[in-house]
């Protein structure tokens, strides 16, 4: 194993035990995020601490920003045990306002906002501290994951959630949408624990769907027409309905997927990595429905998103009875919201071409929860391949939180988290900037934006002149 993984996996081994080892006069407090993966990290950390009789408490943020570290630093007891997942290394230096006497636990991927000498009751697990890449190496939860693991070896059988999780930030970067680094090891313990498959194979987002609804989904210009891909289908020979009513992708034979998948790539409909893919197929799991870790993963994000983290965390325990049926209505009013949004976007004028990107202001419109799953369909859509999309909501009456999202099939190797990162300090803008190469959002004055989104341009344009 290479060397930063060993030191990377001891710093977890030592934070476990001094997590075992806290003051008993007060519960664990775990802090996580909103996202896919932090909803997956808490629940790991939750399970984690019920084996072990260990009272908790959790919650949920949206983010952490330097006011709310403060708040929170005074309202936990003198000598708890905090432990933060899927967030704060952003915000290190403000941790420094807490009591001393609080062990302060930072499960993080996210890059650091400085170097800096942390006080003693600040243990920051971080890949990054161990030249590991934290955008796709490893995820929040994966970080909770190794430290569970090593509290007590049958947290192993949560390597899942880790999966999920690290899904939920897009981190299957590897050849056919696989997962690399240091989540190979957890892909690794859930094979041992035969939790999921790591399988290449045909691969459609929710197989329960209809086969017309499935190819809809790919977002194939030709497909827009229904009609299009009933006349597709019986041209390549695969039945739209079968005993039972409309066939879905579960009900094809491998032959017949193998043949969809062939058909569609030798008519240039679809790039051969958009289809063959890793399927993390989850065996433990009953309900059909989130067999799939990605859909799965993309249930905690209309969970958070809808303000029902709750239910995500639920789900992710294990609940199996009330989240399931609390979970229907927020997947209505979550794809209600994003088919809203995205009609919007596409209607007269609201989508904004400038030199190097699209904008899209959707300060009146679209919701701070749901400005980034927006930006990323429309990124996925084939019109606006030629750019990058960016894109901003209304947070408050002074701030807006800005997304920006690389093209679904861009070849460009652009860093969308370092261009914002440098569009801020050209300004001489201060934030936190969060997301990766090709998903990035940060949070910025709304007096700001026009400069903003001018200098975002420039860049991307500097970019492009550089590569020609
Ligand atoms: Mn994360």
Redesign the pocket.
């Known amino acids: 194993m290479k060397e930063e993984y060993q030191e990377f996996l001891t710093a977890c081994k030592k934070a476990a035990e001094r997590i075992v080892q806290r003051n008993l006069s007060t519960p664990i407090y775990i802090f996580s995020?909103f996202?896919?993966?932090?909803l997956s990290?808490a629940s790991i950390l939750a399970l984690a601490f019920k084996q072990e009789n260990i009272p908790y408490h959790l919650r949920i943020l949206k983010r952490l920003e330097i006011n709310e570290v403060i708040s929170i630093g005074e309202s936990v007891p003198k000598n708890a045990t905090v432990v933060l997942c899927?967030?704060g290394s952003g915000v290190i230096e403000s941790f420094s306002s807490w009591d001393p006497s609080v062990q302060i636990f930072i499960l993080?991927?996210?890059s650091l906002a400085s170097e800096c000498n942390l006080a003693e009751n600040i243990h920051l697990i971080n890949p990054h501290c161990f030249s590991i890449d934290?955008s796709d190496q490893i995820?929040?939860?994966g970080v909770s994951y190794f430290v569970a693991v090593n509290i007590n070896s049958l947290n192993k059988n949560y390597a899942h959630l880790a999966i999920i999780?690290?899904l939920?930030?897009r981190q299957d970067q590897g050849e056919n949408s696989s997962l690399i680094g240091l989540n190979q090891i957890i892909v690794k313990d859930a094979l041992e624990k035969q939790l999921c498959t790591d399988l290449v194979s045909v691969w459609f987002y929710d197989k329960t769907r209809d086969l017309v609804t499935s190819l809809k989904r790919l977002n194939i210009e030709e497909f827009d027409e229904e009609i299009v891909v009933h006349y597709f289908l019986e041209d390549i020979g695969i039945k739209l309905t079968g005993k039972s009513g409309r066939r879905t992708i579960m009900d094809l034979s491998e032959e017949e997927k193998k043949k969809l998948a062939s058909e569609l790539i030798v008519r240039n409909l679809i790039d051969p990595k958009e289809i063959y893919k890793h399927d993390y197929h989850l065996l433990r799991e009953s309900e059909i429905q989130i067999q799939d870790a990605r859909v799965f993963a993309n249930r905690l994000n209309a969970c958070g998103r809808m303000g029902r983290p709750d239910i995500g965390v639920a789900l992710c325990m294990g609940d199996r009875n009330q989240a399931l049926t609390e979970i229907k209505p927020i997947l209505k009013e979550y794809s209600k919201n994003i088919g809203e949004g995205i009609r919007w976007a596409l209607s007269d004028g609201n989508l904004e071409e400038l030199s190097a990107l699209y904008f899209v202001d959707g300060r009146n419109t679209i919701e701070e929860n749901m400005i980034g799953p927006i930006t990323s369909i429309l990124a996925s859509m084939e019109e606006y391949h030629s750019k990058p999309i960016l894109s901003c909501a209304k947070i408050d009456d002074s701030r807006v939180k800005i997304s920006i999202r690389k093209a679904h099939t861009s070849e460009n190797q652009i860093e969308l988290d370092q261009v914002l990162r440098k569009g801020f300090k050209d300004l001489q803008l201060e934030t936190e900037v969060g997301g990766h190469s090709a998903a990035a959002g940060a949070i910025l004055q709304e007096s700001s934006l026009s400069s903003f989104k001018e200098q975002i341009n420039s860049l991307l344009l500097e970019d492009q002149d550089n590569k020609n």
């Open positions: 995020h996202d896919p993966d932090g990290g899927d967030l993080d991927h996210h934290g995820s929040g939860s999780g690290a939920g930030d």
